[in-house]
T-cell receptor
Framework: EAGVVQSPRYKIIEKKQPVAFWCNPISGHNTLYWYLQNLGQGPELLIRYENEEAVDDSQLPKDRFSAERLKGVDSTLKIQPAELGDSAVYLC??????????????FGPGTRLTVL | TQLLEQSPQFLSIQEGENLTVYCNSSSVFSSLQWYRQEPGEGPVLLVTVVTGGEVKKLKRLTFQFGDARKDSSLHITAAQPGDTGLYLCAGAKGGKLIFGQGTELSVKP
């Protein structure tokens, strides 16, 4: 079974440019998460989707970040415009409803963003 | 304020040594998970503990959930270079996972 797929794996852009990340979760997983991870730190949740609905976007900086999961499967996270402080790894994870309160999540390899 | 505090943040040991990583909080979690992350990869789930006082073993790794479900520990026996990586604890609360800041482990041959 394929795991969580993310692309691109690496992205280097200049500040003020837009950037987009793509994630395809594990087949059948209806919950999708986007996290931000700074070097040597734990992931921090940006947004959580249940199917196509964003059920928790309280930590998403909405002035420059946006996300969508139109058909409840794959998802796109966008930053426009990017700032120097956005340099980090952006992780996507998915889980199934059956995990219940255990909330066992499966992570993709991440996209490493460098803003120059 | 970090909801989950991991200690130590960095650990460098020789092959064959034992070590313990701690994950502490003032909050109660419905479950707690341990992940291991290698450079350039996403975190990989090692174990989930659910019941207060629960102990789970995974080969040379022993995980314990505190009686009050607020803290956990990971003990590695006879560490090997392949154990090198970032170890993350994460508590399940309110439908989401809250991660600690991680423990960077380096095992030298």
């Amino acid at each position: 079974e394929a795991g969580v797929v993310q692309s691109p794996r690496y992205k280097i852009i200049e500040k003020k440019q837009p950037v987009a990340f793509w994630c395809n979760p594990i087949s059948g997983h209806n919950t999708l998460y986007w996290y931000l991870q700074n070097l040597g730190q734990g992931p921090e949740l940006l947004i959580r989707y249940e199917n196509e609905e964003a059920v928790d976007d309280s930590q998403l900086p909405k002035d420059r970040f946006s996300a969508e999961r139109l058909k409840g499967v794959d998802s796109t996270l966008k930053i426009q415009p990017a700032e120097l402080g956005d340099s980090a790894v952006y992780l996507c994870a998915s889980s199934s409803t059956g995990s219940g309160s255990y909330n066992e999540q499966f992570f993709g390899p991440g996209t490493r963003l460098t803003v120059l | 304020t970090q909801l989950l505090e991991q200690s130590p943040q960095f650990l460098s040991i020789q092959e064959g040594e034992n070590l313990t990583v701690y994950c502490n909080s003032s909050s109660v979690f419905s479950s707690l998970q341990w992940y291991r992350q290698e450079p350039g990869e996403g975190p990989v789930l090692l174990v989930t503990v659910v019941t207060g006082g629960e102990v789970k073993k995974l080969k040379r790794l022993t995980f314990q959930f505190g009686d009050a479900r607020k803290d956990s520990s990971l003990h590695i026996t006879a560490a090997q270079p392949g154990d090198t990586g970032l170890y993350l604890c994460a508590g399940a609360k309110g439908g989401k996972l809250i991660f600690g800041q991680g423990t960077e482990l380096s095992v030298k041959p």
